[in-house]
Structures are given as structure tokens and as C-alpha cells.
């Protein structure tokens, strides 16, 4: 590893772990195409690193990181591992296709930590550090080391443990705010203080990685470069577990807003931040919230009179950076019942729909045709979620036909549900407490499991009476929990579409599952 110099020292690196610590947000789990889906998205946007996964978390999770190491073609693909042999290996196997890998490897250094989860001593964890960084090295040449709950760490072992690893072999070091725990400058001085008290540190690059536990997330890891850090490891969307971890989107666009304060560059296509920002939020059925920095509905909405007067004067007023530098469109194209299959072809390029095959783009104008001729005024979030839920559903096998349902004071509430299952065609009627859970029960009959409904979510996609309903839906199955989202004018058709959509990916992982097995043997 080279002394940070010249362009080098200028120069912040994107790691981006929405596949391996996003994925950890509770209800966010991705299937395998979906993974491919988001990493084919960052490798084009040019991310830096893809963390891909943990591949010694089981075999799918091994395939997936495998997969991606194989498809990428600009990013570094990286492997997450614990300090152990089984861990490492697993991840240098998944990633030896890959042009360019990483193996990630971690140990926890706080004093809580080492005593109360890996009854270790300090002693035990330097020298597991040594051993862990040494084997990976032996695997590959680029190996990051992290100090799991760095921030709560003491200070003098920190070094030691630091100075450690990159004499083992790390080019580069990643100092965790593991639990979102610190604040700006004191994470800013805790990075310069190691910079500047390890011996070897100019010897690999210093990385932060930062939890949003206190909603500092992007604040400290933007503080931390200014410390000397030169790799910032964050989420789309900033999903992760609890809180969550710092967002992508607005750590890129607040260096290369501001410039003047931080003065570094990214590699990063921030055009495409819009797209991949909605991309993520569909395939984990998480919501993006309307006044989400950056890449939320509202981001560049004006509704006050005085703000909506000083935009028409110059926009520059009351927008610090323009909707088309982060890929949304600058205005919008109304569509009805009466638009052409040339404005709706544009209309999707437009919301960053450019890579839709011609048998896609023929079922999304045949979905729209049938919207519009319910719906006044087709809004672009109506077409998003029309064409995203295709997407969703491409690879599902079971599919929602009709549905009946008889609701109202006189009871009982029936469903009369047909669905196509692996092309077979099949109809149940069930009875219920209500028309939700008739539709629920009539599932049940028609596709028999023994799932767990956590949540069950409905908002409207956009304002008005003919709004389309936004259903999320999580289920919990016998290890982990699957979400997905049905979109539709009857909110229970909607409903029974998520639901469906959810089932399909619990009962995809059940099928795939088998018990552990060292995925490095394959």
C-alpha cells in the first residue's frame, strides 16, 4: 500500500455493504436474483467495493457472493469473515473469480466486548488479529481489517492492535462506530490521533464505517475523512441493522456539493443515485420516506408560495444541487388514459428505466393501458410501481389471477381467490374475521404454510380518490422474515399481491435451504 499522496490523498472510496449489512435490517432480506439485480446497479455506478455478503453464512448466501465476484466488472468484490479459519477461507473462495477481491475480516476490540461475547483477553484478540489478517493474506492481496465497536475501544490497545495488523498484511483499516455510538469530533479526532500514533498507519488506508443509532451516521463518517480517513462504508438508503448506516446517496452528493469543505472526489455516477436509491427500496419492500435527503419524493418539491416564486426567478434559490445530478427528472410529464406508447416509453427513460427488455417494457405499456383507463391523471409514481412490481414479480411462481370478496356489516367476509401456481390454475373460497384475513385464509388453503404475518402496511401511492394502494407485507418463517409489496386501485387486491409476493420468497429459501456446510468446499 502506497503513501496517501497526490490524487491518491484526494481521492474517498465508496464501499458500499447494502448486500451484506443491509441485508441484516430485520425484514430486508434480498433473494439471489435480487442481489445480482442491485450488484450489477452499484458495479455500473461505479462503487467503488461491493461488500457482496458473509458467503460462510450458508450456501445461498455463498452462491450469491460467488455469483456477483464472477458478473462485476469495475468494483472490488469483498467477503465478509470473522476471525476464523472456516470464516476466511469461505470468503476467499466465494470471491477467487472476481478481477479484483477483498476479503474483509473482523474481531471485536472494547473491552465489553472481548470479555463479555468472546470471552477473550486482550492478549487472546492481538494475537487471533495477527493470525486472521496473516491467513487471508495468504489468500489474497487486499485485505481489510476491522476493529469491531472501535469508537468504545481503548485507545492504546486500538493502536497496538492496528499497528498489528497491517504488519500482518492489511491495506486497509476500518474503525467502526459499531453501535452509532460516537459524535462528529470526536470521531474526527479519534481518526487523526490514530494516523498519527500508529507507526506503520500510512502504510493502508484508514476507512469508517458508521451506525446512525443517534441520526450521525452521515456526519461522522464525513468528519472521519476529514480525520484522514479515505474509505467510507455506507448503505443505500442507509438500511442496516437498527437505525441503520450511513447513506450512500448523501455522503457522495455533500462532498461534491460542498466542495469547499471537503475537498475530495468520488468515482461515483451520482446520476444513477435516484435509480439505485429505488431499485433497493423495492426489492427489500422497505419505503424511501417523501423527505429523505437526496433521493425522497419531496427532495426537490416546492409547495410554498414564496419558494415556488423564487424558483421561477432562479432556482438556485432554494436548490443547492439539481434534481439531474442525482437522476431524478428535472419536471414532470403528466400521463393519462390518452398518452401514447412513445411518451410512455419516454416517460420511463426519463425515470431511469433504460435497461428494460422489449417483452418488459410490452407488459408494463399493457399494465399502464389498464391503469390509465381507471385513473384520471397517471402520476410517476403509478408508473414506478407498476413497473417495479413487474420486476418484483418476474421470478415469482405463483401469481394472483381474481379475486372476489364479500365484506360489509352482514357478514361473514368471504374471498374467492384464484391463482396460478406453476401454471396450474386453482380456486379457493375461505371465510375470515374481516376481507383481509378471508384473503389470507383463502392463501392458506390454496398454498399451505405455516407463516407468520409481521406486519401488514397500507399507504397510498399517490394523493386523491384513485390512488393506488401500497401494501407491505412481512411473513416470518421458520428462520427469517421476507417482505414484499403489492400495489393495485383495491387495496385488497393489493393485499393479497403482497402477500403472495412474500410467500413466494419464504417458500423460495425453504426449497434452497440445507444445513451448513463449509461453503468453501464447493
Known amino acids: 500500500m502506497t503513501t496517501q499522496t497526490g490524487l491518491e490523498k484526494d481521492c474517498v472510496l465508496i464501499f458500499d455493504t447494502t448486500l451484506r449489512d443491509g441485508e441484516q435490517c430485520p425484514g430486508a432480506t434480498m433473494t439471489f436474483e435480487e442481489k445480482l439485480e442491485v450488484a450489477e446497479l452499484l458495479d455500473t455506478m461505479r462503487v467503488d467495493v461491493i461488500e457482496a455478503g458473509f458467503p460462510v453464512n450458508g450456501v445461498e448466501d455463498f452462491r450469491a457472493v460467488q455469483e456477483i465476484a464472477t458478473r462485476t466488472k469495475y468494483s472490488i468484490v469483498c467477503g465478509l469473515a470473522r476471525a476464523t479459519e472456516k470464516d476466511i477461507d469461505a470468503a476467499g473462495a466465494a470471491i477467487k473469480a472476481a478481477p479484483r477481491g477483498r ?21 487472546d484478540v492481538l494475537e487471533r ?18 476493529c469491531e465497536d ?90 442496516g441493522e437498527r437505525a441503520g448506516n450511513a447513506a450512500l446517496e448523501e455522503i457522495v452528493m455533500a462532498i461534491r456539493t460542498r466542495s469547499d469543505s471537503f475537498p475530495y472526489h468520488t468515482g461515483i455516477d451520482t446520476t444513477m443515485l435516484t435509480r ?4 433497493v427500496s423495492n426489492v427489500t419492500s422497505f419505503p424511501v420516506q417523501y423527505n429523505k435527503a437526496i433521493v425522497g419524493r419531496n427532495a426537490f418539491a416546492h409547495a410554498s408560495g414564496i419558494h415556488q416564486a423564487g424558483m421561477l426567478k432562479n432556482k ?82 405463483i401469481k394472483v389471477l381474481s379475486l372476489i370478496v364479500v365484506a360489509g356489516t352482514m357478514g361473514p367476509q368471504s374471498a374467492t381467490l384464484t391463482l396460478d401456481i406453476d401454471g396450474e390454475h386453482r380456486t379457493e373460497q375461505a ?10 385464509a383463502a392463501i392458506k388453503k390454496l398454498v399451505p404454510h405455516e407463516a407468520v404475518l409481521e406486519l401488514y402496511q397500507v399507504a397510498a401511492v399517490t394523493e386523491g380518490t384513485d390512488a393506488q394502494a401500497e401494501v407491505h407485507i412481512r411473513l416470518r418463517g421458520e428462520s427469517r422474515s421476507f417482505s414484499a409489496v403489492g400495489h393495485d386501485l383495491d387495496t385488497l387486491v393489493a393485499t393479497a399481491k403482497a402477500y403472495i409476493g412474500a410467500l413466494c420468497k419464504l417458500l423460495a429459501r425453504a426449497q434452497k435451504e440445507i444445513r451448513p456446510t463449509d461453503p468453501s468446499s464447493k
Open 276 to 279: 439505485a436509491s429505488k431499485l
Open 103 to 123: 476479503i474483509h475480516t473482523f474481531i471485536a476490540t472494547s473491552p465489553m466486548h472481548m470479555r463479555e461475547k468472546l470471552g477473550k483477553s486482550p492478549q
Open 129 to 146: 488479529i495477527i493470525w486472521s489478517v496473516n491467513r487471508a493474506r495468504n489468500l489474497i492481496d487486499d485485505v481489510e481489517w476491522s
Open 150 to 239: 472501535g469508537t468504545q475501544s481503548e485507545f492504546d490497545f486500538l493502536c497496538t492492535c492496528i499497528e498489528e495488523a497491517i504488519k500482518a498484511g492489511a491495506t486497509t483499516i476500518n474503525v467502526p462506530d459499531t453501535l452509532g455510538y460516537t459524535h462528529p469530533s470526536e470521531y474526527y479526532s479519534l481518526i487523526k490521533r490514530l494516523r498519527e500514533s500508529v507507526p506503520n498507519a500510512d502504510k493502508a488506508r484508514f476507512s469508517v464505517h458508521c451506525h446512525d443509532d443517534l441520526g450521525m451516521a452521515v456526519a461522522n463518517s464525513l468528519a472521519g475523512v476529514l480525520g484522514g480517513a479515505r474509505q467510507i462504508e455506507c448503505t443505500i438508503n442507509g438500511i
Open 431 to 440: 371465510t375470515g374475521n374481516g376481507p383481509v384475513d378471508a384473503i389470507f
Open 316 to 397: 438556485r434559490m432554494y436548490e443547492i444541487m439539481t434534481p439531474v445530478s442525482v437522476g431524478a427528472p428535472e419536471s414532470k410529464l403528466f400521463m393519462g388514459k390518452h398518452s401514447g406508447r412513445h411518451a410512455f416509453e419516454h416517460k420511463l427513460s426519463e425515470l431511469g428505466y433504460r435497461h428494460l427488455g422489449s417483452n418488459q417494457i410490452e407488459d408494463a405499456w399493457g399494465r399502464y393501458k389498464a391503469l390509465a383507463d381507471r385513473k384520471k391523471t397517471v402520476q410517476d409514481e403509478d408508473i414506478e410501481a407498476l413497473v417495479d412490481e413487474e420486476i418484483a414479480r418476474a421470478h415469482e411462481r
